[in-house]
């Protein structure tokens, strides 16, 4: 996301870096946090989105046109899916349309700190992007079961249906719940939680989850009868964390409604309506 860091917003401007050498050092720096994020996305795609970033920095980019670049990515390989019948250069061309966009999708909030800090209207156009390729993917494979998959049963193509379904609500439920717990923090004056280490094994546990996972079980798009199962074995996945993470993220929102949680900040100003 383009979104500057908090600590970020009032910060002394620094000089900029001068070449890839020392925007890539730079950015070291200025990681967001690893907490929560899957293997994939964490060890790999973001230093993937490092390096894209610097060299993005030192062409001139903005993080709006990385944000576009990420998008001609995915969404030619999402063309790819719907309209090709699959071969083996079919899932390998996939798969790496949609590695690089979503490495250019890392990379895009990487500039914009690495610049100074993002912006309202580029954190808006990255969301957008990431909700409308969320739910065009699955979409595309469930047009390429029907058009190409010889499917002995028509319930398989309730997967990339469920698929779509359960990936944009679990994405709009991690927005809401940050953008809630945010408003709650400017209202009440509340500090942010602690920064916390993130856990290697948590990574693993949820890998499931990762959107690069999907990304690279794409390369067996051009063998049916071994990506079928593995689709669907990630769909299950992301199904079961959806829904253990809704009870989660809903206690975890409730617990904002406390009294002790609506206290009136130090300043004395009267915390914002809650409706």
Not at 7 to 18: C, I, S
Not at 55 to 67: C, E, F, H, K, R
Not at 169 to 198: C, E, Q
């Amino acid at each position: 996301m383009n979104a500057p860091a908090p600590h970020q917003t009032h910060a002394r401007a620094e000089r900029p870096p001068q070449g890839f050498g020392e925007a890539l050092a730079r950015l070291a720096s200025k990681q967001k946090t690893a907490k929560g994020a899957p293997a994939y996305s964490r060890f790999v795609n973001r230093k993937l989105g490092r390096v894209l970033a610097a060299a993005s920095y030192v062409a001139g980019l903005t993080p709006n046109q990385v944000t576009g670049i990420s998008a001609c990515f995915t969404f030619a390989g999402i063309a790819l899916i719907a309209l090709v019948d699959p071969a083996p250069w079919l899932g390998f061309a996939v798969c790496l349309a949609l590695v690089a966009g979503y490495a250019f999708d890392a990379a895009d909030g990487q500039l914009a700190r690495l610049r100074g800090g993002g912006s309202k209207s580029g954190e808006y156009l990255d969301h957008m992007v990431d909700s409308l390729k969320i739910s065009a993917l699955h979409g595309a494979v469930l047009v390429s079961f029907y058009r190409f998959f010889d499917l002995d049963r028509a319930a398989y193509l309730l997967i990339p249906l469920g698929f779509t379904v359960v990936a944009a609500v679990m994405f709009f439920g991690m927005i809401l719940k940050d953008l809630l717990a945010r408003a709650h923090r400017a209202a009440t004056g509340a500090p942010a939680p602690p920064a916390v280490s993130p856990s290697p094994l948590r990574s693993l546990l949820v890998v499931p989850t990762d959107y690069g996972l999907l990304c690279v079980a794409f390369v067996l798009l051009g063998w049916p009868e071994a990506f079928l199962p593995v689709y669907g074995l990630i769909f299950a996945g992301n199904l079961l964390f959806l829904l253990a993470a809704s009870v989660k993220w809903f206690r975890e929102v409730g617990a904002l409604d406390t009294p002790a949680n609506n206290a009136a900040p130090a300043n004395g100003s009267t915390p914002a309506n809650g409706s």
